[in-house]
């Protein structure tokens, strides 16, 4: 004789009063954050394309009144932004001609898709950051933009106090090589 046992299902225990109604309602809180995600993402893309239209103007604006070297102080001055990120917005808006359609994707899937390069998502602590440049050669390469931008209408006897100062730095932060072989 053989014997098949037949399954039945054990029966649910009652669950708590009130947990389906609870589980309903978070999940409609998870697709209400989710829309609200997606059409965050876009106002980021709309807003970053739009960024990237009034930067390429201002560009043109400001390399025509003041020549190609006036961009890049400017930009630092007036942009909150890093410059990479003025130049991903204003690749963005030449890639786009029309505002980007709202797929949402946020900015660094829309650069992807466009080929537009970005850093990696890595900590930024996990990379060596290069040493930081000394103040005296801040400086010197500040006067000497200051020189070229001037053409001559700077007189020698007004750059003494700068001349002096800069020296004072250069001599105090530069070692000779006798004192590093030490």
Request: aromatic share 6%; net charge positive.
């Amino acid at each position: 004789m053989s014997t098949l046992a037949t399954y039945e299902p054990a029966p649910i225990p009652a669950l708590v009063p009130g947990i389906a109604k609870r589980i309903n309602a978070l999940h409609a809180d998870v697709q209400r954050f989710e829309r609200a995600s997606r059409q965050n993402l876009n106002h980021a893309a709309t807003a970053a394309w739009q960024a990237g239209k009034l930067l390429l103007e201002a560009k043109a604006s400001i390399v025509r009144h003041g020549g190609r070297g006036a961009w890049t102080p400017w930009l630092t001055t007036a942009f909150k932004g890093s410059d990479r990120t003025a130049q991903r917005y204003m690749r963005l808006a030449r890639e786009l001609p029309d505002a980007p359609a709202p797929e949402g994707l946020s900015l660094r899937q829309l650069y992807f898709r466009l080929g537009i390069a970005t850093e990696p998502k890595a900590a930024r602590n996990s990379v060596d950051m290069p040493l930081a440049i000394p103040r005296h050669i801040v400086l010197a390469n500040k006067l000497v933009r200051i020189l070229r931008r001037s053409r001559g209408g700077i007189k020698p006897q007004d750059l003494a106090a700068l001349y002096s100062q800069l020296r004072s730095l250069f001599e105090t932060s530069v070692t000779s090589p006798k004192q590093s072989a030490a």
